[in-house]
C-alpha cells in the first residue's frame, strides 16, 4: 500500500507501488506509471538552469544529484511542409542526437539513487545509445540488446561508451522477447519499460510551452514506434492543463510507416491495443515495433487529445528526408516520417493553415548514415 497523498507507482490492474521501490513492472506484468501530478507554472521554472532540468519541480522525485549531460534546451526553428507552416524541434541537439536523452536522463538518476550498478536495455538503437551514454555517466554496467539489423553507427555508439553489446538474430519484437527473458539475471531498464523515462520525456511538452511563450501549440507532431513520445507530450501537456498554465490539450498527430503501423491501425479500428499485423522492415527503423508495450496507454492518449494517426509509405519517407535537408535538416528516417504524414493530416482535417504546429525530429541523419547515403545516390 502507499499514501495516496503521495506520488505513487501503479499498473494495470490498478495495485498500486512506492514511488521509490526499484521495479520495471507491475505484478501483474503490466507497465508501471506514475500517478497523475498537478503540473507547475512558469513561476516554478528555474530559468538559470540551461538544460531541461530547468523543470525539475515537475518531477514526482528530488534527488540530491542527478546524471544529467546538458539535454533539453533544443531549439525551436520554422519550417514548411507540404505548404503548412510549422515549429520543429530539432531534438538532434541533444547529447547523444536524439530525444531519448530526455527520458534517460531521469532514468538514470533514479536507478543511480536506488543502487543499481548493472542494468539491461533493448533498443533498435538510438534508445541503447542513449541509455549507454548515461550508464558511462553514472557508472552502471549496462548491456544493450539490439536488432542484428541495427545501423552500425547506433551500435558504434553504445560500444565506445563501454556498453556490453548482444545482437539479436530476428526482428525487434524477438530483441524485446530476449531482454524479457535475461531480466532474471540482471535489473530490466527498458526505456520503454521504466516509467521514470516517460517522465523526462515529458519535459519536452514543459519545454515546447516555453519556447512558445508559456502557451500550448494547437498541434504536436511525432513519430512512434512505441509510443514514448506521444506518452510523454501527453503526461507533460496535461500536467500544464492540471496547473492552470494552459487550458488544453494540443493534438497528437502520431506518424507510423505503412510497413509497421501497429498503434495506427489500432486506432483506425477502433481498437483499445494493437493491432497484429504482417509487418515488414521499414526505412524508419526507429519505429519498428510490432508489439509496443503501452499501446492501450498511447491509444487512449491520442484520443483524449482530439488527435489521430496517419501512415506513410516507404516511398514517402525518402521525399521527406530530402525535403526537410532542403531546408537545413538533416533528420533520419525515423524522424521524416512526422513530415511525410503532414499531407494525411490536412486530408483529414487535423491539421489546418494558420494553427501553431510543433514537429518533434526525434533524431539525426548521422545515426542512419548508410541509409542516408542511399537515399542521396537515388
Known amino acids: 500500500m502507499t499514501d495516496s497523498t503521495q506520488p505513487y507507482l501503479y499498473d494495470r490492474s490498478g495495485a498500486r507501488y512506492p514511488i521509490a521501490e526499484a521495479r520495471w513492472r507491475g505484478d501483474d506484468g503490466t507497465p508501471l506509471m506514475v500517478s497523475p501530478l498537478g503540473g507547475i507554472t512558469r513561476e516554478s521554472v528555474d530559468r538559470s538552469d540551461r538544460s531541461q532540468w530547468r523543470y525539475r519541480a515537475a518531477l514526482p522525485v528530488d534527488l540530491p544529484s542527478w ?3 546538458g539535454e533539453g534546451c533544443t531549439p525551436m526553428l520554422r519550417a514548411e511542409v507540404d505548404g ?19 527520458g534517460t536522463t531521469v532514468m538514470m538518476s ?7 550498478t548493472e542494468m539491461l536495455e533493448d533498443s533498435s538503437g538510438n534508445g541503447g545509445a542513449s541509455v549507454a551514454a548515461y550508464a558511462a555517466a553514472a557508472g552502471i554496467k549496462a548491456k544493450i540488446l539490439a536488432p542484428e539489423s541495427t545501423s552500425a553507427a547506433k551500435i558504434v555508439q553504445s560500444r565506445v561508451h563501454g556498453a556490453q553489446i548482444e545482437l ?16 532474471d539475471s540482471r535489473f530490466y531498464a527498458s526505456h520503454n519499460w521504466h516509467p521514470f523515462f516517460l517522465q523526462g520525456t515529458k519535459l519536452l511538452a514543459y519545454e515546447i510551452w516555453e519556447d512558445l511563450g508559456f502557451a500550448a501549440p494547437d498541434n504536436v507532431i511525432v513519430p512512434a514506434g512505441a509510443g514514448s513520445l506521444v506518452l510523454g507530450c501527453f503526461i507533460g501537456f496535461s500536467e500544464l492543463v492540471a496547473s492552470g498554465a494552459i487550458s488544453r490539450l494540443p493534438r497528437i498527430l502520431v506518424a507510423q510507416p505503412e510497413n509497421c503501423s501497429p498503434l495506427a491501425r489500432a486506432f483506425g479500428a477502433g481498437l483499445a491495443q494493437a493491432a497484429d499485423g504482417a509487418w515488414q522492415p521499414t526505412l524508419a527503423e526507429g519505429t519498428s515495433i510490432a508489439r509496443p508495450v503501452r499501446d492501450r496507454e498511447v491509444l487512449a492518449a491520442v484520443t483524449s487529445s482530439g488527435g489521430g494517426f496517419q501512415t506513410v509509405s516507404e516511398d514517402e519517407i ?33 491539421l ?8 518533434v525530429l526525434t533524431g539525426s541523419g548521422l545515426k542512419a548514415a548508410q541509409t542516408m547515403a542511399d537515399i542521396a545516390n537515388r
Do not use: C, H
Open 110 to 116: 533514479v536507478l543511480a539513487s536506488q543502487g543499481i
Open 318 to 350: 525518402p521525399d521527406a528526408v530530402l525535403s526537410l535537408a532542403a531546408q537545413g535538416l538533416y533528420a533520419e528516417p525515423t524522424s521524416s516520417i512526422a513530415a511525410a504524414a503532414v499531407p494525411g493530416f490536412v486530408r483529414q482535417g487535423l
Open 84 to 102: 503548412i507552416s510549422v515549429r520543429v524541434k530539432p531534438e538532434w541537439f541533444n547529447p547523444t542526437a536524439s530525444f531519448k536523452d530526455r
Open 67 to 69: 546524471v544529467s549531460l
Open 352 to 359: 489546418r493553415s494558420g494553427e501553431t504546429t510543433v514537429m
Open 168 to 183: 539479436v538474430p530476428g526482428d525487434r519484437t524477438a530483441t524485446s522477447d530476449e531482454a524479457i527473458r535475461q531480466a
